[in-house]
């Protein structure tokens, strides 16, 4: 079906119309339309407009209002103070939209993106041999929620899983596995060979062993870096032990994944090594540019606004003096792939705030060597800090980081107990998948609602409340709205634009209607939080709604059906919204 175009959208254009016929030398001038609590919609662009053309803006606003017409989209507009104009939409208008939305179930008239390109997202990036903390959750969330944006709005999206599957941890690994074999003994079977949580514990446990033999014997760190460079050698026995930690890792990760509700493909896994072969390629061409330079035997990149605590350059180091790899070697490799062979017009990075000095110069190292330019651009969506109730970084009682399957088995354990608190005729069984669903939803919902910058605490008691800003509140809402339908029986929603609405339709009617844009500017601008605090809005405005305006007890036929459909659009748009940032909505709560 053909794109719905918004309430806004239509009146912008008779705005700009009128004002480019009331004052030409303005050209296609913004009104400066934006949503009121004195009308429908106020336009402030007049004032700016009348002030560089010397004008009365009262007058202007004036001369603008006689040029538009009122009628089907716009009921009545008015001048205010020094030449505001406030703009009241027709009823019918209103439910006109809203049907044309409604008929078009798959997309409810949200436009696809004029000239879409290929977004490379690079998010979820866990290490191999190491279990997933609270400090993975934000990046494939956040992640996740951008990928479905950007697919929604028409762009073609390749998703990568950067994890770390390389470097010298591995060789320690290797060679502290060969030199303790009966580390793997003290069970009936190889750990190596079960699945899941339990094989990851015992790998984490075995790293953490490792790492600190490492620390305290150079014997055992020299023997470690020797194993680093068998493994890259492609020594067949080191290469295989290295396939056995990559392959448990994954399966621990998708078990991980699962839990998140998030599809994570195997042949979107491409981790450090998969660049192993282009390393050499990429330091070749940076140095032969002139872009890399050698220094103490390092290849290196200067920057002149970067420098040190003593104002020393700090460098990029793309290659070690010993000739050995850095991660920057890896990032530059991985974009010339990124942009190169995928043909990616957008690469986005969901990484640690903590990183931005090195992605800010890797990237201005890739727009140096001509990979990045106007046509190609990188950009660090980089993200806060999950914190503890106290403020400070979220740490176990013992100073440990939380492990990433624990907290989330704990929201989906919370969320149970609020389900089966309200649940009046759900199964056990039920009961328990709607408690994955408001658990996971809660962690999710509360990462999306905060911009990505931003720091957050980790609250679960407040993440399941059915009171305030929560996946819980907004699934209720739809829950609440699908209970409506099925008590109306025969009687099915079916728009009415005949009929005038209370104050409360109009409000619920116009967010309603203003899902395009939000989706739109949430893709543009890589902020999910942004649609979460629509959502949010949505819910509260279909609260009100349910309080003033009786549905199934309205005192005509039409309007119990006019107002049914203002319930079933208000559901449908939530359900899209919350897909959107990979939340469920139960039909039952």
Known sequence: MAPVTSLSDSVNQRLASALSAALPEAGSADPLLRRSDRADFQANGILALAKKAKANPRVLATEVVARIESGEVIKDIEVSGPGFLNITISDKAIIENLAARYADAARLGVPVAEHPGTTVIDYAQPNVAKEMHVG?????????????????????????????????????????????????????????????????????????????????????????????????????????????????????????FEKLDMEIRDEDIVGESGYNDMLAETCRLLEESGVAVRSEGALCVFFDDIKGPEGNPVPLIVQKSDGGYGYAATDLSAIRDRVFNLKANSLIYVVDARQSLHFKMVFETARRAGWLNEDVKAYQLAFGTVLGKDGKPFKTREGETVRLVDLLDEAVERASAVVRDKAQDLSEEEIAERGAQVGIGAVKYADLSTSAIRDYKFDLDQMVSLNGDTSVYLQYAYARIQSILRKAGEVRPSAHPELELAEAERALGLHVDAFGETVADAATEYAPHKLAAYLYQLASLYTSFYDKCPVLKAETPDQVENRLFLCDVTARTLHQGMALLGIRTPERL
């Open 136 to 256: 993975h959750l934000r990046s494939a969330v956040i992640g996740d929620s951008v990928v479905q944006l950007l697919e929604f709005t028409g762009e073609t999206v390749v998703r990568r899983h950067h994890i770390g599957d390389w470097g010298t941890q591995f060789g320690m690994l290797i060679q502290y596995l060969d030199e303790h074999p009966h580390e793997l003994d003290h069970k009936a079977a190889a750990d190596l060979q079960a699945s899941g949580e339990e094989a990851m514990s015992n790998l984490d446990r075995l790293y953490k062993a490792a790492r600190k033999l490492f620390d305290a014997d150079e014997e055992f760190k020299t023997r470690a870096r020797r194993r680093v460079v068998d493994l890259q050698a492609g020594d067949p026995h080191t290469l295989a032990t290295w396939q056995k930690f990559v392959d448990e890792s994954k399966l621990y990760f998708f078990s991980v």
